[in-house]
């Protein structure tokens, strides 16, 4: 008898998706709402001030030398999984069980995020139209509780307890995993529309905002010093996070060798020449402290007086910031695909749709959770806690690349990094660097969530784990084929 081929997905997806996925993934929170915090400063951390160009800038640095050791990996073992799927090759079970849970950390709370700023900015037109939200509907219990006792108080109250939830942040995500459900080529179509339409509105706001620049604005360049401008290089880190979900669909690309780090790359390098000029002209548009708030590329139109292009650029912001929760949500649900095809979580999670060819318990799971986050989670947590797990993941990413490249030498390899012992050091380096910057209580949070996983590992994982992991480089399957699984020892 044979045993059932393992569970795949459907090859749709080519290089200009695939870099279109990554834009649609990379560009969005992180301009329209991040960098307002970044620059400001905000509850536990210093702002960066103008210097949020060179935050930027050193964050762009970091993830290319990241971007390139994903790119190794994506065209050595084409399959869902990401992060988790190179360090179970690079290290074992138990290295990778740890990063993809820490995946799952990134993905679903990182969705948490952008869920809380597509909202903020919902919100934003509602009320320029008149239709304001009761307060109680459009704010989490974390910031009503923190910021506005108010909303407590004026809320309903069930059992005792004041009823506050972030309601169009709820039923954004809900849309967003409908669509995840129906196919991966439908969800890339939709992306690329609403990625057009994000780059139009960055186009926008450059060309009205440069016109309003006031270099006094620039000084003092960096109010906190070295440690200020590292602070919003680790605080808007989450804003390129994108591309490592590039990696998670590589399993439904065409040509995966060529085309996935093809969509790395390229859409890394054109979202950091955006995000350095957006930081420029941002900053230099009005005093750092108009940019404390949910809608800080908004709030400076409206400050030099573009009310009217500021309500166009909102409107983009809402549609663009929901290909991020497209692209983010994927991601999370290929992650919870691969490792439930080994073994690690239940057998259900990689059941794929007969019909549709998708993840679709994993998808709805996914749906599920980040909701409910969205709706009761304050929008600071979920983007520091995102990109501590992010980077740790970069970090080992670039050590597994450099491992096996000592270890498994005659691996073939279509894409190379070139100097990879340099690139793969100074990529642990930075990651490393910009997890130092971010505040304690994220650390505290972060090892609370790994010691949990350490524990599911223990309890589920190993026992039902099967012998088999995802594909070593060794064994690397042709497009259109089922992932070949070779025997890891227990």
């Given at each position: 008898?044979?045993?059932?081929?393992?569970?795949?997905?459907?090859?749709?997806?080519?290089?200009?998706?695939?870099?279109?996925?990554?834009?649609?993934?990379?560009?969005?929170?992180?301009?329209?709402?991040?960098?307002?915090?970044?620059?400001?400063?905000?509850?536990?951390?210093?702002?960066?001030?103008?210097?949020?160009?060179?935050?930027?800038?050193?964050?762009?640095?970091?993830?290319?030398?990241?971007?390139?050791?994903?790119?190794?990996?994506?065209?050595?073992?084409?399959?869902?999984?990401?992060?988790?799927?190179?360090?179970?090759?690079?290290?074992?079970?138990?290295?990778?069980?740890?990063?993809?849970?820490?995946?799952?950390?990134?993905?679903?709370?990182?969705?948490?995020?952008?869920?809380?700023?597509?909202?903020?900015?919902?919100?934003?037109?509602?009320?320029?139209?008149?239709?304001?939200?009761?307060?109680?509907?459009?704010?989490?219990?974390?910031?009503?509780?923190?910021?506005?006792?108010?909303?407590?108080?004026?809320?309903?109250?069930?059992?005792?307890?004041?009823?506050?939830?972030?309601?169009?942040?709820?039923?954004?995500?809900?849309?967003?995993?409908?669509l995840l459900c129906l196919g991966t080529s439908e969800s890339a179509r939709v992306n690329?529309?609403?990625?057009?339409?994000?780059?139009?509105?960055?186009?926008?706001?450059?060309?009205?905002?440069?016109?309003?620049?006031?270099?006094?604005?620039?000084?003092?360049?960096?109010?906190?010093?070295?440690?200020?401008?590292?602070?919003?290089?680790?605080?808007?880190?989450?804003?390129?996070?994108?591309?490592?979900?590039?990696?998670?669909?590589?399993?439904?690309?065409?040509?995966?060798?060529?085309?996935?780090?093809?969509?790395?790359?390229?859409?890394?390098?054109?979202?950091?020449?955006?995000?350095?000029?957006?930081?420029?002209?941002?900053?230099?548009?009005?005093?750092?402290?108009?940019?404390?708030?949910?809608?800080?590329?908004?709030?400076?139109?409206?400050?030099?007086?573009?009310?009217?292009?500021?309500?166009?650029?909102?409107?983009?912001?809402?549609?663009?910031?929901?290909?991020?929760?497209?692209?983010?949500?994927?991601?999370?649900?290929?992650?919870?695909?691969?490792?439930?095809?080994?073994?690690?979580?239940?057998?259900?999670?990689?059941?794929?749709?007969?019909?549709?060819?998708?993840?679709?318990?994993?998808?709805?799971?996914?749906?599920?959770?980040?909701?409910?986050?969205?709706?009761?989670?304050?929008?600071?947590?979920?983007?520091?806690?995102?990109?501590?797990?992010?980077?740790?993941?970069?970090?080992?990413?670039?050590?597994?690349?450099?491992?096996?490249?000592?270890?498994?030498?005659?691996?073939?390899?279509?894409?190379?990094?070139?100097?990879?012992?340099?690139?793969?050091?100074?990529?642990?380096?930075?990651?490393?660097?910009?997890?130092?910057?971010?505040?304690?209580?994220?650390?505290?949070?972060?090892?609370?969530?790994?010691?949990?996983?350490?524990?599911?590992?223990?309890?589920?994982?190993?026992?039902?784990?099967?012998?088999?992991?995802?594909?070593?480089?060794?064994?690397?399957?042709?497009?259109?084929?089922?992932?070949?699984?070779?025997?890891?020892?227990?």
């Amino acid at each position: 008898m044979h045993s059932p081929a393992p569970p795949s997905l459907r090859r749709t997806l080519g290089p200009v998706q695939l870099t279109l996925m990554g834009v649609g993934a990379i560009i969005g929170t992180g301009i329209f709402v991040l960098t307002g915090t970044a620059a400001a400063g905000g509850p536990g951390h210093v702002g960066a001030g103008p210097s949020l160009i060179i935050s930027f800038v050193m964050t762009g640095v970091a993830c290319g030398l990241a971007g390139l050791c994903y790119a190794e990996f994506a065209s050595m073992m084409p399959v869902a999984g990401s992060a988790y799927t190179y360090a179970t090759a690079a290290f074992g079970r138990l290295v990778g069980w740890i990063i993809g849970w820490d995946l799952l950390l990134e993905y679903g709370v990182g969705n948490v995020a952008v869920a809380i700023g597509w909202s903020g900015y919902l919100q934003g037109l509602l009320a320029l139209g008149g239709l304001a939200l009761p307060a109680w509907l459009g704010t989490d219990p974390m910031t009503a509780a923190r910021l506005a006792p108010d909303v407590l108080a004026g809320a309903p109250h069930v059992l005792g307890m004041p009823v506050v939830i972030n309601l169009p942040a709820v039923l954004v995500v809900l849309a967003i995993t409908a669509l995840l459900c129906l196919g991966t080529s439908e969800s890339a179509r939709v992306n690329a529309v609403l990625v057009l339409v994000k780059l139009t509105m960055i186009g926008l706001f450059l060309w009205v905002g440069i016109r309003h620049v006031d270099p006094v604005n620039w000084t003092p360049f960096a109010p906190n010093g070295f440690g200020g401008t590292l602070t919003g290089a680790a605080l808007v880190f989450f804003a390129y996070i994108g591309f490592d979900a590039v990696s998670t669909t590589a399993e439904e690309a065409k040509r995966p060798q060529r085309d996935v780090p093809i969509g790395i790359l390229a859409s890394l390098l054109v979202c950091t020449v955006l995000y350095v000029a957006v930081a420029a002209v941002l900053t230099g548009m009005v005093p750092t402290a108009a940019l404390a708030n949910a809608e800080p590329v908004a709030a400076a139109l409206r400050a030099v007086g573009a009310g009217g292009v500021a309500a166009v650029v909102s409107v983009g912001a809402v549609l663009s910031m929901a290909s991020v929760l497209l692209v983010m949500q994927l991601g999370q649900t290929r992650v919870l695909f691969a490792m439930s095809r080994d073994g690690l979580l239940p057998e259900r999670m990689a059941r794929v749709h007969p019909r549709f060819r998708t993840p679709a318990f994993a998808t709805v799971l996914t749906g599920a959770f980040v909701a409910v986050g969205a709706g009761l989670v304050d929008i600071s947590a979920a983007a520091e806690l995102t990109n501590i797990g992010t980077l740790f993941a970069f970090a080992l990413v670039s050590g597994g690349v450099w491992w096996l490249r000592r270890t498994q030498p005659e691996a073939e390899r279509p894409f190379r990094v070139p100097a990879l012992g340099l690139v793969a050091a100074l990529s642990i380096l930075s990651c490393v660097g910009l997890m130092l910057g971010l505040p304690p209580q994220t650390w505290v949070r972060f090892g609370v969530w790994l010691a949990v996983g350490l524990v599911v590992y223990a309890l589920y994982g190993r026992p039902h784990a099967r012998r088999a992991a995802p594909p070593s480089p060794l064994a690397v399957p042709s497009p259109g084929a089922p992932p070949t699984l070779t025997p890891l020892p227990a």
